[in-house]
């Protein structure tokens, strides 16, 4: 191969030596064009090409959460729910747990789920708990206004959902106060076990969020 090409190029300078208007003239017969798009052309399309494709993947990923988000809202406020779910919005364990319930929620539409780290969360609407207390250890409302909290909770959540017999040797003694003081580890510890920020500078990141200017802890509790 190598022998064919020096002996092409052997052949092209005698041919231009020879006769030297073949160069003007295979010069003019080759297409500007040709010669500069493989160096400008293509190259600038491309990248001209790429923020178009950037802008429209982002544009897609956007909407579909936005979406995503306010289905997850109605399906989380049900009409005739049985029991409502106080969690934590931003334990990313927590929600593993709250994503499968409500999966499973959508064939029983039994439970409202409620995330007290939400703006708009209100202690009043849900039987006085503000924000500390619901952070300290897992709560549900019943319909009639009854509050249960640890091991209770999630086997009544369970149950609702068709899953009671995940909990259900928790209903005897003493495996039930077993369960319930290992929860208590696992409530008192979950912060710093999932990298977040003592419940401290939690609270006071909110009070600033909204704007709140407290010197007594008390009057300003959320």
Request: aromatic fraction near 8%.
């Amino acid at each position: 191969m190598a022998l064919r090409g020096v002996g092409a190029i052997s052949a092209l300078a005698k041919r231009t030596k020879n006769n030297p208007s073949f160069l003007s003239i295979s010069h003019s017969l080759t297409p500007k064009s040709h010669l500069i798009s493989p160096l400008k052309f293509t190259p600038i399309s491309v990248f001209q090409s790429r923020p178009n494709w950037g802008i429209r993947a982002v544009s897609e990923v956007a909407s579909n959460p936005l979406s995503s988000k306010k289905e997850d809202e109605e399906s989380s406020s049900p009409e005739n729910w049985r029991i409502k779910m106080l969690y934590d919005g931003d334990c990313p364990l927590c929600m593993r747990e709250v994503n499968m319930l409500r999966e499973r929620n959508k064939s029983y539409g039994t439970i409202k789920f409620v995330d007290i780290c939400s703006e708009d969360y209100s202690p009043q609407e849900n039987q006085g708990l503000d924000f500390e207390t619901a952070m300290g250890k897992i709560h549900a409302i019943l319909s009639d206004g009854t509050v249960v909290t640890d091991v209770e909770a999630f086997r009544k959540l369970y149950e609702e959902v068709g899953l009671g017999w995940v909990y259900a040797i928790t209903k005897y003694e003493p495996i039930g106060k077993i369960a319930d003081a290992v929860y208590g580890v696992w409530a008192k510890y979950r912060l710093p076990i999932t990298g977040r920020p003592p419940l401290e500078q939690i609270m006071e990141a909110r009070r600033k969020n909204k704007g709140e200017v407290c010197k007594d802890n008390n009057s300003c509790k959320m």
